[in-house]
């Protein structure tokens, strides 16, 4: 419990108030071990995402789900990191709670969120130049296309999603 990498707070599922957290929950949230004790769930997610965060939970003590992904967590301080968050049933003298740990995330959000951006950046660039830019797999499959490569073969980008099969440029062998 205490020697683990991960955050972990004990938490009443009726309540949602925690019971109990390990030393690296507090020093993710910045409260001490007492503190930790006097809050709920409403206490430790940014109030406009505080509906998703207890469906999650509900969810998972339910059964229905075991991971809640990227969920964002408020510190003591008012910052934010982002959480993959897993629970299980526990059960301590006789009554029963919920463990959750807590996997901070957020160099990977921030990693993909860079990354999602760059990919915009490159597809609107390659969208403006007055070239057609294609590539297409090892059997024909069309990849990667700008605006100008459709219109140049005189496809339309609807039907490029709907059935990426009917934009081969070379037929599949047999």
Do not use: W
């Not at 505080?50 to 939970?57: G, I, P, S």
């Amino acid at each position: 419990f205490e020697r683990t990498s991960d955050g972990i707070l004990i938490v009443d599922p009726i309540t949602k108030k925690f019971l109990l957290g390990n030393t690296t929950i507090c020093s993710m949230l910045g409260y001490t071990k007492e503190e930790i004790k006097s809050l709920a769930i409403s206490d430790i997610h940014p109030p406009k995402e505080l509906t998703h965060a207890v469906d999650a939970f509900e969810k998972q003590t339910r059964g229905e789900k075991a991971l809640a992904e990227n969920l964002p967590v408020l510190k003591k301080d008012g910052s934010i990191f982002y959480a993959d968050i897993s629970t299980a049933p526990i059960t301590i003298g006789g009554i029963h709670y919920f463990v959750g740990i807590f996997r901070d995330i957020t160099e990977r959000k921030l990693a993909d969120d860079a990354l999602r951006e760059s990919e915009k950046r490159y597809r609107e660039l390659a969208d403006f130049l007055p070239i057609s830019i294609f590539e297409v797999d090892s059997i024909g499959n069309l990849i990667f296309f700008n605006r100008n490569a459709l219109e140049v073969f005189r496809y339309k980008e609807e039907d490029y999603k709907e059935d990426m099969n009917a934009l081969q440029f070379f037929p599949p062998e047999e």
